[in-house]
């Protein structure tokens, strides 16, 4: 089964940036719909990004639209996730998706593929 390690998180203070990666192992995701959600404790899993195979279909949540942004390497079995400008709210687990359902877009159900999740926190 392909497996998801997210890697990149950390503790900035706001206004900086990270990049989170997230590399498959285990089959290849170059066909597969990928995605970032975050979590924060009390609150539902949140979309921030998605990519389709070729690197189209990129959408953001309406919260970090213009700071993130998606991409992926096939080659290398990996995406990414640029985050700049970053803010205190964006503080949260972040997971990686794979859809291999999907060749565009992530929809969250029983067969899409979770990472572990890398903690992002955003000093004020």
């Known amino acids: 089964q392909v497996q998801l390690v997210e890697s990149g998180g950390g503790l900035v203070q706001a206004g900086g940036s990270l990049r989170l990666s997230c590399v498959a192992s285990g089959g290849t995701i170059s066909d597969y719909a990928m995605g970032w959600f975050r979590q924060v404790p009390g609150k539902e899993r949140e979309f921030v990004a998605n990519?389709?195979?070729?690197?189209?279909?990129?959408f953001y949540g309406d919260s970090v639209q213009g700071r993130f942004t998606i991409s992926r390497d096939n080659a290398k079995n990996t995406v990414f996730l640029q985050m700049n400008n970053l803010k205190p709210e964006d503080t949260a687990v972040y997971y990686c998706a794979a859809d291999p359902d999907s060749s565009a877009i992530v929809i969250p159900h029983a067969n899409v593929h979770w990472g572990q999740g890398t903690q992002v926190t955003v000093s004020s």
């Open positions: 990519i389709g195979w070729s690197g189209s279909s990129t």
